[in-house]
């Protein structure tokens, strides 16, 4: 019954009371009534009024009074024991609640307090519930799963939120990066296949173009200059467009539009304003349109450019697209750098091969002459012997002589002493072919090399200043059809003999023999350059059998050169691991018959290696004969790699974690919203840690909060700031009551004092920049001291600026550096103040790329001064970001702003 009557339990006590109070007055009537009987019984009238009461009636009081303190009795057990189920009941509920058991709803049916305890209790768990199917839809990978917490205080429901989006950032974050490795390792396909770097440029352009979502893209390679030998030229290798290869061709000097400032520089370039004079794009759609973004990434290795890609597109790249091209630009210069070496191999290889034959000809020739000589010196000596016995056969000698002057190896000639020639032998005809007529009676300095003329023209006055003497010298002449030919001359000053009369020259072509000693030192320069050369070369014929390797062998092996030289590969192969490499590469060279271009690992005599292996054929009248391998030893270079990506990751590991203890200790703008509810922080680091840095306190009946700004940014920034912050804590801890100017002069001695210990430096120059101020809310009053930097209050409609003092925190004592000044400052309803670093006025963007600048700022203020503080907070962050555009971050930025 008590249950279904809805009172409350003060109530349902007041009546159990009641009850019990009422018993009591009952059994008290009787206690009364018997005290009153036996007095009154002692006189005549009492006796009859007691005489009237007969003994049933007695007996009736008693049995009803007896009656009554048993209904109480019975009726107490019953409330209390209605009073404390419930209470029980809640209490095992709840207890199940605290082991994590989110039970089914308790059901007490109670107007009273403990059922609205009980209703709250079901409210509780339900709730609990919901957020415990949330976080289990997350654990699961639904992250899109819609949650909304219980209230805005529900620090569960809000902490999940915080978490999904999290796990959402870094999905996809893990996207992006697997979107960039994959495309590394597809651009690493591309080159495998390529040792042409036309070819390579096309491929590599077209999947680029394709990955990034560009419409037009160009492969330039840097090359010396045709038209200066000293200088680079960058030339474009392919142009692709709309699916297309486009036959073009560019060619920039270092330095010359944006392709040539990113090559020179370095840097890459990646506009979306696009100067006037850069191309348009025209297809069957689009007329002659400007790409809204272009990208330009020079492609660096060890510090050298040896190319760059460009892009245009008529969206803007993301962030992602342009890392991904930064990240394959180091790629595709090693690419370039390995075969422009395997190219010039390749060309000294192909000259040495073609002078080799060369070389083998002019031998063949120069045997046969020397057989045309021995012959003809065989026939001389006959004739001069048959002179000296047959006199009478002098015609016949002078005709054969004629005959062998025609046909001799040289030519000879008889010269005035002015150099005028006078006669020359028949053979000039065959030997420099020219016909006699056309020399005799002229100078012939006209067929000589320019360059050898001095020279010749030495040769005749030595010949006339002393004629006992015989000089031969070695000059060019330049035959009628334009020919360069090698001539030995040796002459003799004959003009005393009567016989001859002049200086006569005998002149043979050398041409062949210099070139025979030429191939020989150049044969020589490259034995010595593979002999010295640090990489290891072998060759090897088509049979297998190794017919060189230099002396690098040994430092893999163990053994010397000659105990591979001539040897098969099916003889050394289970020797050594670096054997059954080259047993591969000439397999597969021999099936392909081009270049091979790996690398491999191998356990050699030094340990496990890792070489870079270029294979080249090489052949002989278009037959393959042999294979040239070039071995080059990066083991090194792989491990300097492996070093640098692991000192890479835990400088960044430890920079991350650096972050997490620099936001732990600084205030937010809800910290600071407790106190100051119309206040808020915009807070954006430039890097992952930040130098500048808010601070808060609540001391007594003050709040002191400033902005600071270390010197630097990044870590550097990073770790002055804490010195900032614990001290700004100890100095206000202890000296709360000083004013705000006197805080900062404490707070520069300190600073001063932790920068130059353990140091003998005292003109150290890092410090902070501070706006500093000291609110007493109750009295509604600002005390404002600032260093460098400038405080604006806000009132009645207009804006009052406080500047700072023009001296830091820190770095010294400055010239003419006084106390700092305090500002105070009487605060109305309505008012509001604003501070901040220098991050926010000195960032650079706009269309002209300059500073942002404080008027901008005041305007921000201003135009918004009648809006909320969230409001505010917007318009000045939309005016830093518009400005910014797509211009790097100068500087931390800090700004805090409080509405009173």
């Known amino acids: 019954m008590f249950n279904k009557i ?258 020179i520089e370095g840097a890459t370039i990646f506009r979306t304003e696009i100067p006037q004079d850069y191309c348009s794009i025209t297809s069957g759609l689009i007329i002659d349109k400007k790409p809204d973004s272009i990208l330009i990434v020079p492609l660096i290795t060890e510090e050298l450019t040896y190319g760059v890609v460009e892009f245009a597109s008529l969206k803007k790249f993301s962030k992602n697209e342009v890392r991904f091209i930064e990240e394959v630009g180091p790629i595709l210069a090693r690419t370039i750098f390995n075969i422009h070496v395997n190219e010039r191999t390749q060309r000294h290889l192909e000259q040495s091969q073609k002078m080799s034959a060369e070389l083998q000809q002019q031998q063949e020739e120069l045997r046969q002459n020397a057989e045309e000589m021995r012959a003809t010196q065989e026939d001389l000596q006959l004739s001069n012997e048959k002179l000296e016995e047959q006199i009478e056969e002098v015609n016949k000698t002078q005709k054969r002589m004629q005959s062998l002057l025609e046909n001799a190896s040289e030519v000879i000639a008889i010269y005035e002493k002015n150099m005028v020639l006078r006669y020359v032998s028949p053979s000039v005809k065959r030997i420099l072919g020219i016909d006699s007529s056309d020399l005799v009676n002229k100078k012939d300095e006209a067929h000589i090399y320019e360059e050898d003329r001095m020279a010749y023209k030495a040769m005749f006055d030595e010949l006339l200043a002393d004629p006992e003497k015989s000089i031969t010298i070695q000059y060019r002449f330049i035959k009628d059809n334009g020919e360069l030919i090698w001539l030995e001359a040796t002459g003799k000053n004959l003009l005393s003999d009567s016989a001859v009369g002049g200086i006569i020259l005998n002149s043979r072509d050398i041409t062949v023999k210099r070139k025979a000693e030429m191939e020989e030192r150049m044969r020589k320069n490259m034995q010595a350059l593979s002999e010295n050369s640090p990489d290891l070369i072998t060759r090897l014929n088509c049979d297998g059998v190794i017919t060189y390797t230099n002396p690098v062998i040994e430092n893999y092996t163990g053994l010397k050169p000659s105990e591979f030289m001539n040897q098969s590969l099916e003889t050394v192969s289970s020797q050594n691991g670096i054997v059954g490499v080259w047993k591969e590469i000439l397999q597969n060279v021999i099936s392909t018959e081009n270049k091979l271009h790996l690398e491999t690992n191998y356990n050699s005599h030094i340990g496990e290696r890792v070489m870079q292996i270029n294979a080249i054929p090489e052949y002989n009248e278009n037959n393959l004969e042999s294979v040239l391998v070039v071995s080059h030893d990066i083991t090194e270079m792989k491990l300097i790699e492996r070093e640098i990506q692991a000192k890479n990751r835990s400088i960044h590991e430890s920079i991350t974690y650096s972050k997490r203890i620099q936001n732990a200790i600084i205030p937010d703008s809800k910290s600071i919203q407790k106190t100051l509810p119309g206040a808020f922080i915009l807070y954006k680091p430039r890097d992952i840690v930040s130098g500048d840095f808010p601070w808060y306190m609540e001391k007594d009946d003050s709040v002191f909060i400033s902005v600071v700004d270390c010197t630097g940014h990044g870590v550097p920034g990073a770790m002055l700031s804490l010195v900032g912050y614990f001290q700004l804590n100890n100095i206000v801890e202890m000296c709360s009551g000083l004013n705000s100017g006197a805080i900062l002069d404490e707070f520069d001695r300190k ?120 409001a505010i907070h917007d318009a000045l962050n939309f005016e830093f970001e518009s400005w910014k555009g797509e211009h790097k971050q100068t500087d931390d930025v800090l700004l805090i702003g409080v509405k009173f």
Not at 807 to 832: E, L, P, R, S
Not at 834 to 861: E, M
């Open 751 to 870: 600073v001063n004092e932790t920068l130059i210990k353990d140091t003998n430096e005292e003109n150290i120059k890092d410090g902070m920049d501070i706006a500093f101020c000291k609110i007493n809310l109750s009295k509604k009053i600002v005390e404002y001291a600032g260093a460098h930097r400038s405080l604006y209050h806000v009132s009645d409609g207009e804006l009052t600026e406080y500047k700072g003092d023009k001296w830091a925190i820190g770095g010294g004592v400055y010239k003419n550096q006084t106390q700092f000044t305090n500002h105070k400052i009487k605060m109305k309803t309505g008012d509001m103040i604003f501070f901040f670093s220098d991050g926010f006025p000195d960032q650079f963007g706009g269309p002209q790329n300059r500073k942002l600048g404080t008027v901008k700022i005041k305007d921000a203020i201003m135009n918004n001064k009648d809006k909320s503080m969230d």
């Open 6 to 263: 809805k009172l409350s339990l003060g109530s349902k006590i007041v009546v159990f009371t009641t009850s019990l109070v009422a018993a009591a007055l009952l059994l008290i009537s009787y206690i009364q009534y018997s005290v009153f009987a036996k007095l009154i019984s002692g006189t005549e009238t009492g006796g009859k009024v007691v005489e009237e009461f007969s003994d049933d009636s007695r007996l009736y009081l008693i049995a009803a009074s007896l009656f009554v303190v048993l209904v109480t009795i019975g009726l107490s057990f019953y409330l209390v024991r209605y009073l404390t189920q419930p209470i029980i009941s809640l209490k095992e509920y709840l207890k199940l609640t605290e082991e994590g058991i989110l039970a089914n709803e308790i059901n007490i049916n109670s107007g009273d307090e403990i059922g609205e305890m009980a209703s709250i209790t079901n409210n509780i768990v339900r709730s609990l519930k919901h957020t415990a199917h949330f976080a289990h839809t997350i654990g699961e990978g639904n992250l899109n799963t819609q949650f909304k917490p219980a209230s805005e205080n529900d620090v569960l429901g809000n902490s999940l939120l915080n978490m999904q989006k999290n796990l959402i950032s870094a999905e996809i974050r893990e996207k992006e990066r697997n979107w960039i490795v994959n495309g590394i390792a597809e651009v690493g396909e591309i080159l495998r296949k390529h040792n042409s770097i036309d070819l390579l440029s096309y491929d590599v352009i077209k999947y680029l173009i394709g990955k990034i979502g560009a419409i037009q893209g160009a492969f330039y390679v840097i090359e010396d200059d045709d038209e200066n030998d000293f200088k680079k030229a960058i030339v474009m290798k392919n142009l692709y467009a709309y699916n297309r290869k486009k036959y073009k061709t560019a060619k920039f000097k270092m330095g010359e539009g944006l392709v040539g400032q990113a090559a």
